[in-house]
């Protein structure tokens, strides 16, 4: 089915250990987001790629990486995973300003 | 960034009854969106609405820009409404701004 695919759905890491959460999609979007969702709050953006090869900062950056492979695929990096990044992580694509399609969230936690 | 306030944030309704969702902006935006994340997370899609009126089924929603709130309307709730509807809306760039939704369970 087309759409957009996240591993791993869930994560449980130690502080200080790394990680990378991967998301592809098969829609040949332009465009592709992090979010993280906290229990009662919305989604906040972490960071977002207009097209392949650009990248730029969201609301919350700090603390993680991205990298655009290629124009499916978007990875989200936790270097040094603390307790505060204990989040529902969505990766979406777009092929423009509207038309979001979401993959179903990786769950992780940081003990 | 923007501010964005969604009323209620909880509401409860019978099958069948009709409700009226609220998002309000402290600024302008140019690309407004809702959507509707199930019970088990997934996030849908709802309506891409800047301004004016759209309907799809029982749901519609209508933006006033120059008054920066969008309302969203459901008709003849059914359980499978049931989950948490989001507003998000963007002035400049790409960032969408996501208000902290409205937790809608509609009772059989």
């Known amino acids: 089915n087309a759409g957009v695919t996240q591993t791993p759905k869930f994560q449980v890491l130690k502080t200080g250990q790394s990680m990378t959460l991967q998301c592809a999609q098969d829609?040949?979007?332009?465009?592709m987001y992090w979010y993280r969702q906290d229990p009662g709050m919305g989604l906040r953006l972490i960071y977002y790629s207009a097209s392949e090869g650009t990248t730029d900062k969201g609301e919350v950056p700090n603390g993680y990486n991205v990298s655009r492979l290629n124009k499916r695929e978007f990875s989200l990096r936790l270097e040094s995973a603390a307790p505060s990044q204990t989040s529902v992580y969505f990766c979406?694509?777009?092929?423009?300003?509207?038309?979001?399609?979401f993959g179903s969230g990786t769950r992780l936690t940081v003990v | 960034g923007i501010q964005v306030e969604q009323s209620p944030p909880d509401l409860i309704l019978q099958e069948g009854a009709n409700s009226t969702l609220r998002c309000n902006f402290s600024d302008s935006v140019n690309n407004l969106q809702w959507f509707h994340q199930n019970p088990w997370g997934q996030l849908i899609n709802l309506f891409y609405i800047p301004s004016g009126t759209k309907q799809n089924g029982r749901l519609s929603a209508t933006t006033v820009a120059t008054e920066r709130y969008s309302l969203l309307y459901i008709s003849s709730s059914q359980t499978t409404d049931s989950g948490v509807y989001f507003c998000a809306g963007v002035n400049t760039g790409n960032q969408f701004y996501f208000g902290t939704g409205t937790s809608l369970t509609v009772i059989p």
């Open positions: 979406a694509s777009t092929p423009g300003i509207y038309g979001y399609t």
């Open positions: 829609m040949n979007h332009n465009s």
